[in-house]
Protein backbone atom coordinates (compact mmCIF):
# COMPACT_ATOMS: atom_id res chain seq x y z
CA UNK A 1 0.00 0.00 0.00
CA UNK A 2 1.34 3.73 -0.87
CA UNK A 3 0.14 6.58 1.43
CA UNK A 4 1.54 10.46 0.91
CA UNK A 5 0.29 13.06 2.88
CA UNK A 6 1.20 16.66 1.40
CA UNK A 7 0.33 18.69 4.06
CA UNK A 8 2.06 22.10 5.78
CA UNK A 9 3.38 22.28 9.10
CA UNK A 10 0.44 24.97 10.48
CA UNK A 11 -2.71 22.94 8.96
CA UNK A 12 -4.49 21.86 11.94
CA UNK A 13 -6.60 19.00 9.47
CA UNK A 14 -3.16 18.19 7.73
CA UNK A 15 -1.93 17.15 11.95
CA UNK A 16 -5.80 15.53 12.03
CA UNK A 17 -4.93 13.75 8.98
CA UNK A 18 -1.18 11.87 10.12
CA UNK A 19 -2.88 11.00 13.55
CA UNK A 20 -5.53 9.36 11.63
CA UNK A 21 -3.06 7.14 9.92
CA UNK A 22 -0.97 6.76 12.73
CA UNK A 23 -3.98 5.66 14.96
CA UNK A 24 -4.55 2.76 11.96
CA UNK A 25 -0.80 2.13 11.94
CA UNK A 26 -0.91 3.01 8.60
CA UNK A 27 2.79 4.27 7.33
CA UNK A 28 3.03 7.18 4.78
CA UNK A 29 5.38 9.63 3.55
CA UNK A 30 4.94 12.87 4.77
CA UNK A 31 5.35 16.13 2.13
CA UNK A 32 5.43 19.45 3.92
CA UNK A 33 4.38 21.56 1.16
CA UNK A 34 5.48 24.62 2.70
CA UNK A 35 8.94 23.84 2.49
CA UNK A 36 9.54 21.45 -0.43
CA UNK A 37 8.56 23.73 -3.86
CA UNK A 38 8.84 20.59 -6.49
CA UNK A 39 6.40 18.34 -3.96
CA UNK A 40 4.00 21.35 -4.00
CA UNK A 41 3.79 21.72 -7.73
CA UNK A 42 3.24 17.58 -7.69
CA UNK A 43 0.74 18.12 -5.19
CA UNK A 44 -1.13 20.86 -7.72
CA UNK A 45 -0.26 18.63 -10.63
CA UNK A 46 -2.38 15.71 -9.36
CA UNK A 47 -5.29 16.83 -7.46
CA UNK A 48 -5.77 20.28 -9.12
CA UNK A 49 -5.78 22.03 -5.57
CA UNK A 50 -3.75 24.59 -3.64
CA UNK A 51 -5.41 23.57 -0.40
CA UNK A 52 -3.96 21.25 1.96
CA UNK A 53 -4.31 18.41 3.21
CA UNK A 54 -3.99 16.28 -0.11
CA UNK A 55 -3.69 12.18 1.00
CA UNK A 56 -3.01 10.03 -1.69
CA UNK A 57 -3.80 6.22 -1.38
CA UNK A 58 -2.35 3.75 -3.85
CA UNK A 59 -2.99 6.38 -6.51
CA UNK A 60 -6.50 7.66 -5.17
CA UNK A 61 -6.71 11.40 -4.11
CA UNK A 62 -8.36 12.36 -1.53
CA UNK A 63 -8.39 16.37 -0.70
CA UNK A 64 -8.97 17.64 2.61
CA UNK A 65 -9.25 15.30 6.10
CA UNK A 66 -12.43 12.86 4.69
CA UNK A 67 -12.07 10.16 6.71
CA UNK A 68 -15.22 7.86 4.62
CA UNK A 69 -12.93 8.65 1.66
CA UNK A 70 -9.98 7.92 3.65
CA UNK A 71 -11.22 4.54 4.96
CA UNK A 72 -12.37 3.90 1.42
CA UNK A 73 -9.33 4.10 -0.39
CA UNK A 74 -7.33 2.04 2.61
CA UNK A 75 -9.94 -0.83 2.59
CA UNK A 76 -9.48 -1.47 -1.35
Do not use: W
Request: glycine share 8%.
Amino acid sequence: MSVSVYSTQSCPYCTMVKNYLKERHIGFADYDVGRDQRRADEMVRKSGQMGVPVVEINGRVIVGFNKPEIDRALAR
